[in-house]
């Protein structure tokens, strides 16, 4: 391990992280105005383990059930749903029962933790960094982002005259800070370059192999990994195409879906400075 390669993993993680932690604030505010105001702390704790449960079934159910592999970006879409419409309901169930609320916000809150966990741990994967001290790291900015917000929560229900007027602002504000959390996420211009790899990918019909022995071809291969500093995974599926194969092949091999191959396929040709699978085989062929 090198300060080199965390330096590496923060900047493929720091988006995602500040993506967490905005939902970790929502989630802690959101917590801390329904355990305040509802009459049983107990019965929150119940819908919120309630909520916690449904969102496991949920994910248990995508990945065994249906056998879909990993893709987060599935997640994320499942898990923002359940977020927006807790918020969005808080002031119409403010004098009604807010605990459902709080459980729909907990649910995509325990989707969106899950997904971040197995991001981080990719990502320390990947680049050859402590799993524990980046998963460390992590898990303290959400926790303590959590505890901000409860805090902010918590000074909303003592400090402020609490009426439906007052939770529309409040629902519109935590919107907004989703919506930061979503571009964080989900920024438009890599989702952009992710469609234009894909385009140029699929528009290739035919290309041209490198025309290598196999010992020589897997020389010019580790050249490669080593000059443009691929990271584990990147290297992984690198050499898979290198040898012609393809993002459905690759995506069979590792177990992984096809859009987080891609994903690995657009760093790479980032790294290496090409636009599309041949110049990436002409690349190898040269060494």
Not at 80 to 93: A, K
Not at 237 to 259: D, H, K, P
Request: hydrophobic share 50%.
């Amino acid at each position: 391990e090198s300060p080199k390669q965390y330096v590496l993993a923060a900047q493929m993680l720091w988006r995602i992280i500040i993506g967490a932690a905005i939902f970790s604030v929502v989630f802690g505010m959101v917590w801390q105005l329904v355990a305040l105001s509802a009459p049983s702390f107990v019965t929150v704790h119940e819908y919120s383990l309630g909520g916690n449960l449904i969102g496991a079934l949920v994910l248990f159910a995508i990945l065994t059930i249906f056998k879909k592999k990993i893709d987060m970006g599935a997640i994320y879409r499942i898990a923002l749903p359940f977020l927006v419409l807790g918020v969005v309901l808080l002031p119409f169930l403010w004098s009604a029962n807010t605990s459902w609320s709080n459980a729909l916000v907990g649910m995509g809150n325990l989707l969106f933790d899950m997904a971040i966990s197995y991001l981080v741990a990719e990502v320390s994967f990947d680049y050859r960094v402590n799993g524990a001290v980046v998963c460390g790291v992590t898990r303290g900015i959400t926790i303590g982002c959590m505890a901000f917000g409860m805090l902010l929560g918590y000074f909303l229900v003592t400090y402020v005259a609490i009426d439906f007027l007052m939770l529309l602002v409040i629902s519109l504000c935590v919107l907004y800070l989703i919506g930061i959390g979503v571009l964080m996420l989900f920024n438009r211009k890599k989702l952009l370059d992710l469609a234009k790899v894909l385009e140029n990918s699929e528009a290739e019909q035919s290309f041209t192999e490198p025309e290598l022995a196999p010992d020589l071809l897997e020389q010019h291969i580790n050249a490669v990994v080593q000059q443009y500093h691929l990271s584990r995974r990147e290297a992984e599926v690198f050499g898979y195409v290198a040898r012609g194969r393809s993002a459905i092949y690759v995506s069979e091999t590792l177990v992984v879906s096809e859009n987080t191959v891609r994903s690995h396929l657009r760093r790479i040709y980032e790294k290496l400075g090409v636009h599309s699978k041949q110049e990436l085989l002409d690349l190898v062929e040269r060494g």
